[in-house]
């Protein structure tokens, strides 16, 4: 069954520190990859997405992620991470069967230290 | 990006009552709505998917006369939660695509209290 797989539960960074959450899917065709980000107590905002073409990604508030079909990964990154990107992270894919759901992966906690 | 509004934003009702939470997307038609309900620190669970003019499509476990969802319009899908119980207390969040497998726009999410 198609699946997306977040192996980390919570990172904690030091402000200004470079940042990879991970993300793998299980999935035969190309899917489409999300990452979306929630604030305590909030709904999701949409940071970036691949559909095909260049397999590096821009997003918003500075992130990218990288689509990698041969690790079946699409890691988000950023270079330097603020305080207020303490948050979760959920990476998220749209199975392409009839259904066309969304389906998300069990979280990463982002904590940043000063 | 769209805007999908999410009412209430939180509700606190008694034991055996009914909840109706309001999804509507404000600048885009929405072919297919999602609900989801989410635990506290866990993950988005997707509890049914709805599109436009047909009943809505469960996943396995969601009670479907429990969590009554109508997908009226375009740009409005309820979620009704009837004969609550404490255990149903929790997280909702919707969410709105326009077309087939684009992007999901979120609502804010609802916090139900059962008492």
């Known amino acids: 069954a198609q699946s997306v797989t977040q192996p980390d539960i919570h990172i904690t960074v030091s402000e200004g520190a470079s940042l990879e959450l991970r993300c793998n899917y299980s999935?035969?065709?190309?899917?489409?990859l999300f990452w979306y980000v929630q604030s305590p107590g909030q709904g999701l905002q949409l940071l970036l997405k691949?559909?095909?073409?260049?397999?590096l990604v821009q997003g918003i508030k500075g992130f990218e992620a990288e689509f990698k079909r041969s690790q079946s990964s699409f890691n988000l990154r950023k270079p330097s991470v603020h305080w207020s990107d303490a948050a979760e992270y959920f990476c998220?894919?749209?199975?392409?069967?009839?259904?066309?759901?969304?389906?998300f992966g069990s979280g990463t906690r982002l904590l940043v230290r000063p | 990006g769209a805007v999908v509004s999410q009412h209430p934003s939180w509700v606190i009702c008694k034991s055996g009552t009914s909840v109706k939470i309001e999804c509507r997307s404000l600048?885009?038609?929405?072919?297919?709505m999602f609900w989801y309900r989410q635990f506290p620190k866990q993950s988005l669970m997707l509890m049914a998917t709805?599109?436009?003019?047909?009943?809505?499509?469960?996943e396995q476990g969601v009670e479907k006369d429990k969590f009554l969802i109508n997908h009226a319009s375009l740009t409005l899908s309820t979620l009704t939660v009837t004969s609550a119980h404490p255990e149903d207390s929790s997280f909702y969040i919707c969410?709105?695509?326009?077309?087939?497998?684009?992007?999901?726009?979120f609502g804010q999410g609802t916090r139900l209290t059962v008492v």
């Open positions: 998220a894919v749209v199975l392409m069967d009839s259904s066309y759901k969304l389906i």
């Open positions: 600048d885009f038609q929405a072919t297919t």
């Open positions: 691949y559909f095909s073409g260049d397999t």
């Open positions: 709805s599109n436009e003019g047909s009943k809505a499509t469960y």
């Open positions: 999935y035969g065709a190309t899917p489409y």
């Open positions: 969410s709105a695509r326009a077309g087939t497998y684009g992007e999901a726009f």
